[in-house]
C-alpha cells in the first residue's frame, strides 16, 4: 500500500465483476482493498493476486463495513472511491411464492448493504465517489426474478438520492448490466446460446466489460458525471 496513490474499497471482490473490477483498478496504479464473506475465497485471492489486500466482510454486516473503512483510511491514507459490488440472489422464482426469509435475505444485501457501506465511507471521509452495481432487472421485470429485480430498482433510485444528498463533494453513480458471465448469474446463462441471442449483440458480457465502464465512472474523466445509472446490457433492453 502506498500513501498519496489512490485508494478503492470493492465489496464483493473475490470473484466475477467484483475481481475483474479489482484488477483494473490495481493495473491503473490504485490501492486496491476487496471484501468476501468467506475467508477461504478472500485468501485465494489473495494468494493469486499479492497487490490487493483484503478484509472479510459481508455485505449487510454494519459493524463489518464501519471496521473495514477505518482500517482502510488508517493504513492507505484515504479512501478515495467506493464500489458497492457486493450481491445475492437466493430467492429465485414468483415474489408472491418465495420464502420471506430469502426474500429479506436479497434485499438485505443488494439494498441495504450498499447503504450501510455508503454511510460507513462517508464517515470516514470518502473522497470522490460510490458506485452502485445495479441490473437491467431493475429496469424491467422478469419472471422468476422478482425479489432481486425489485432490490435493484430501489438501488437505481436510491443511487440517485445518495446522488443528490452527497453532490457537490462526492459523486454517486450506478451501472446496470444484463446477464454476465459469472457465477452468481450462471443459471441465466446455462444454455448460453438462447441467453446470447436476448442480447443485441448476440453475445453474453463478460467481467472485464463491466470493469472498464466501472473504471471509466469513477475515474476523473467522468468528473461532471453524478446520478446516473449506465446500461450496458450488450442490446438486451431494445
Known amino acids: 500500500i502506498i500513501k498519496n496513490m489512490k485508494t478503492v474499497l470493492i465489496t464483493g471482490g473475490s470473484r466475477g465483476i467484483g475481481l475483474a473490477t479489482a484488477l483494473r483498478f490495481s493495473k491503473e496504479g490504485w490501492n486496491v482493498y476487496i471484501t468476501s464473506r468467506k475467508k477461504e475465497n478472500l485468501q485465494a485471492v489473495l494468494n493469486d493476486h499479492p497487490e ?14 464501519s471496521t473495514t ?22 430467492s429465485a422464482g414468483s415474489i408472491l411464492e418465495v420464502d420471506l426469509s430469502a426474500i429479506q435475505k436479497t434485499w438485505d444485501v443488494n439494498l441495504m448493504g450498499p447503504l450501510i457501506w455508503s454511510r460507513e465511507a462517508v464517515k470516514v471521509g470518502i ?19 422478482g425479489a432481486y429485480n425489485v432490490s435493484k430498482a430501489g438501488l437505481i433510485y436510491m443511487t440517485k438520492q445518495l446522488a443528490m444528498e452527497l453532490a457537490p463533494e462526492i459523486r454517486v453513480n450506478g451501472i446496470a448490466p444484463a446477464v454476465v458471465k459469472t457465477k452468481l448469474s450462471e443459471m441465466l446463462w446455462a444454455d448460453e446460446e438462447t441467453s446470447s441471442n436476448l442480447h443485441a449483440l448476440k453475445r453474453l458480457g463478460e467481467p472485464e466489460d463491466i470493469s472498464n465502464l466501472i473504471y471509466f465512472l469513477s475515474s476523473d ?18
Not at 81 to 90: C, S
Not at 221 to 238: K, N, Q, R
Open 52 to 65: 490487493l489486500k483484503g478484509f472479510v466482510a459481508k455485505a449487510d454486516d454494519l459493524a463489518a463495513a
Open 69 to 90: 473503512c477505518q482500517a482502510i483510511v488508517d493504513e492507505a491514507g484515504s479512501l478515495d472511491v467506493l464500489i458497492n459490488n457486493a450481491g445475492t440472489n437466493p
Open 127 to 145: 473522497k470522490d465517489s460510490i458506485l452502485n452495481v445495479c441490473s437491467v432487472g431493475g429496469i424491467k421485470p422478469s419472471h422468476f426474478m
Open 221 to 238: 474523466e467522468a468528473s461532471w458525471i453524478t446520478g446516473e445509472v449506465v446500461t450496458i446490457d450488450g442490446g438486451f433492453l431494445l
